[in-house]
């Protein structure tokens, strides 16, 4: 694996030695420690003696992070505010983004007790491969932006802990770079409706090795995100005195992150829309990247079904028609999603169609994503029939908190609750969840 570069860990994470510390966490379903690069740790503990050993051997910095909420809590003291407004924030009145996180409280479980759990594993088979768990990193347009060469911390990550991730196309680091750290990384495009664009770029993804290609329905044209111009985030990206302030008044970015990258690398670009390079994400040409997405359209998914000869899904959909059109058109998954919260306010969360769609998906895969945060949203979907779920933001977050490791370490905190939680429900294996652990609940509050 080539070695990556990124920004130094906290002076509080690291070892006497100046190392970041080797575990970072602990297979629930092992009882191995698991060091922060996602491979085992040379000596097998049982355990409990491993968990034991975890507070002492996870960072300081990360000692805090005990949930994924906590990354995004930490990310908002780390990241200027127009920064993590665009990571964190939806559209409009944010309702999507809210109502996508509230369904998973709508349900509540129903838990078996006295069942031997001993052999518990929350593996899952995914288009023929093997994942440690049935969860993966979403697209994350920008990254790099946020967190020094993101794209390929996630992508090391992801690596290391066997979990699949999906490279936005508007990414600022060659799909190559990223497809030569994870081979196993996805690729997500934004698509105009012009046949000959979309053709050269699938030419141009597949030629790299990519063996998944996610269409984005969602994003005829760009949301509302009003709270980018309320704290000054543009596109392309304007040194105003406000942004110049926040700038000023969070060294650890501009200096980590920004000038690092304009060092190292030169100005960043958007290298991935299309299958040419494409502008400088300062330059005003960026907008060009945007033209012409309303005219896309389901016969240029079934070109691409012709071309592309590799896994094809189709993420950003939500009403069962489209998801029947997108079976008609060959396709092998979809993803149920609202762009987390930030392109149709008042879009129904993905939970709530989720079973009317599972229980007529066939043989193609139904993916979820916006709102999971905990262990148990995860097998709330699984329960429901989701075949495999998606975060983003928790990721991002962590990547700009402490890089690759930070990355890691999240994951293990998911992986550990999802373990945990099945031994409470009396399963071994995610493939005996079903609706009925779930009862429907009335939402107090």
């Known amino acids: 694996m080539p070695a990556l570069a990124r920004e130094e860990p906290d002076r509080d994470a690291l070892s006497p030695d100046g190392d970041v510390a080797e575990a970072a966490a602990v297979d629930v379903g092992t009882g191995l420690a698991v060091k922060a690069d996602g491979q085992a740790a040379p000596a097998a503990q049982p355990l409990v003696t491993s968990l034991a050993r975890t507070a002492n051997t996870t960072p300081r910095a990360f000692r805090d992070l005990l949930a994924l909420d906590d990354f995004e809590r930490h990310a908002r003291r780390r990241l200027p505010h127009m920064i993590f407004q665009y990571v964190a924030a939806g559209v409009e009145t944010g309702t999507a983004m809210r109502r996508s996180r509230d369904a998973y409280s709508d349900y509540a479980f129903l838990p078996r007790a006295m069942v031997d759990t001993s052999a518990r594993s929350c593996a899952t088979e995914l288009f023929g491969k093997t994942y440690s768990a049935p969860f993966g990193i979403g697209p994350l347009g920008g990254s790099a932006f946020i967190a020094y060469r993101g794209d390929l911390v996630l992508a090391e990550a992801a690596g290391a802990q066997n979990i699949p991730m999906i490279l936005s196309a508007s990414s600022l680091i060659r799909l190559e770079d990223v497809h030569a750290q994870n081979r196993d990384a996805w690729y997500q495009a934004y698509l105009p409706g012009d046949q000959n664009r979309i053709d050269r770029l699938v030419d141009r993804v597949a030629r790299t090795g990519y063996g998944t290609f996610v269409v984005t329905a969602d994003t005829p044209t760009l949301g509302n995100r009003e709270h980018n111009t309320r704290s000054g985030f543009s596109m392309p990206i304007k040194v105003t005195p406000k942004v110049l302030w926040q700038s000023v008044t969070h060294p650890r970015w501009a200096l980590g992150v920004v000038a690092q990258t304009f060092i190292k690398h030169g100005v960043p670009h958007f290298e991935n829309m299309e299958a040419e390079r494409g502008p400088p994400m300062m330059s005003q040409n960026a907008v060009r990247n945007t033209i012409a997405r309303d005219k896309l359209c389901w016969a240029n998914l079934e070109a691409i079904r012709r071309r ?29 999603s609202t762009h987390g919260g930030r392109q149709l306010d008042y879009a129904v969360a993905p939970l709530d169609v989720l079973p009317e769609i599972a229980a007529n998906k066939g043989s193609m ?81």
């Not at 899904?313 to 092998?332: F, M, Q």
């Open 308 to 336: 592309w000869k590799g896994n094809l899904l189709v993420k950003g959909l939500l009403n069962p028609a489209d998801v029947e059109i997108a079976r008609s058109c060959g396709a092998d998954g979809v993803i149920l």
């Open 365 to 445: 895969k139904v993916i979820v994503d916006s709102g999971i945060r905990r262990g148990t949203d995860v097998l709330k979907a699984v329960a429901l029939g989701a075949d495999f779920v998606l975060l983003g933001r928790p990721f991002m977050f962590a990547a700009a908190l402490g890089g690759a490791p930070g990355v890691s370490h999240a994951i293990s905190i998911l992986k550990d609750e999802i373990l945990r939680d099945m031994a409470f429900l009396g399963a071994n294996r995610l493939d005996e969840l079903g609706p009925e652990i779930l009862r429907k609940v009335e939402r107090r509050g």
